[in-house]
C-alpha cells in the first residue's frame, strides 16, 4: 500500500505527521525520496504497518456494526469533547 502525497493544502499536515511517526522509531511507516524533479517522497506501510491493518479493519467493521450504541453513547462528565 502506497500513499502518494496529496494536494498541497492538506500536504504539509499530513508530512508532519508521517515524519513525527518516522521520527518516533517505530517503524510503521516508510518514507522514501524519490529521485525526481521537483523532489517527490512516498509513504508505504512497513512489514510491521501491514500487520497492523486486520486488527484495525476489525475494530471498523465492529464500530460500523455498532454504530447506532455508539452513537447514543453520552459523554463523560469530565470529556473535553462537546
Same mark, same amino acid.
Given at each position: 500500500?502506497?500513499?502518494?502525497?496529496?494536494?498541497? =493544502?492538506?500536504?504539509?499536515?499530513?508530512?508532519?505527521? @508521517?515524519?513525527?511517526?518516522? &521520527?518516533?522509531?517505530?517503524?510503521? *511507516? #516508510?518514507?522514501?525520496?524519490?529521485? =525526481?524533479?521537483?523532489?517527490?517522497?512516498?509513504?508505504? @506501510?512497513?512489514?510491521?504497518? &501491514?500487520?497492523?491493518?486486520?486488527? *484495525? #479493519?476489525?475494530?471498523?467493521?465492529?464500530?460500523?456494526?455498532?454504530?447506532?450504541?455508539?452513537?447514543?453513547?453520552?459523554?463523560?462528565?469530565?470529556?473535553?469533547?462537546?
Amino acid at each position: 500500500m502506497v500513499i502518494e502525497e496529496p494536494e498541497l =493544502s492538506t500536504l504539509r499536515h499530513i508530512r508532519h505527521h @508521517l515524519d513525527r511517526t518516522a &521520527q518516533i522509531g517505530i517503524g510503521v *511507516i #516508510e518514507r522514501h525520496t524519490l529521485d =525526481s524533479v521537483p523532489p517527490a517522497v512516498s509513504y508505504a @506501510l512497513s512489514p510491521l504497518g &501491514q500487520l497492523m491493518v486486520q486488527p *484495525i #479493519e476489525m475494530i471498523y467493521d465492529w464500530a460500523r456494526q455498532n454504530s447506532t450504541a455508539l452513537d447514543q453513547l453520552q459523554a463523560r462528565s469530565t470529556s473535553r469533547r462537546r
